[in-house]
Nanobody, 126 residues
């Protein structure tokens, strides 16, 4: 069992920055972790993912160049640094961990991830 706890969300003005954290507890570090978001009335969408074995990072086109995913191995914590935020980034952000070591093409798929956090709200005002 893996428990994921997100933190760092909040209210920020457009153009501002936030750093989300995802603390993972469980038997061992997961091979791939990701961030997703869900805005009201919309489906959950992929934001970013990191596969540790190959240091492969993926980003959604909408956040490429603005968001950065990273990990602190010592604390088993994953971060999402978000910059140049705009109101379209407003959503609940979720951290997710894969049960296995996914292939690159599967890292953007919701079903690849077996463990999910409860989410943290990010609100960007205009």
């Amino acid at each position: 069992q893996v428990d994921l706890v997100e933190s760092g969300g909040g209210l920020v003005q457009a153009g501002g920055s936030l750093r989300l954290s995802c603390a993972a507890s469980g038997a061992r570090s997961r091979p791939a972790m990701s961030w997703w978001r869900q805005a009201p009335g919309k489906e959950r969408e992929f934001v970013a993912a990191f596969r540790w074995s190959t240091l492969h990072m993926l980003y959604a086109d909408s956040v490429q160049g603005r968001f950065t995913i990273s990990k602190d191995n010592a604390r088993n914590t994953v971060f999402l640094q978000m910059s140049s935020l705009n109101p379209e980034d407003t959503a609940v952000y979720y951290c997710a961990a894969a049960g296995g070591n996914p292939i690159i093409s599967a890292m953007r798929s919701l079903g690849t991830y077996d463990y999910w956090g409860q989410g943290t709200q990010v609100t960007v005002s205009s």
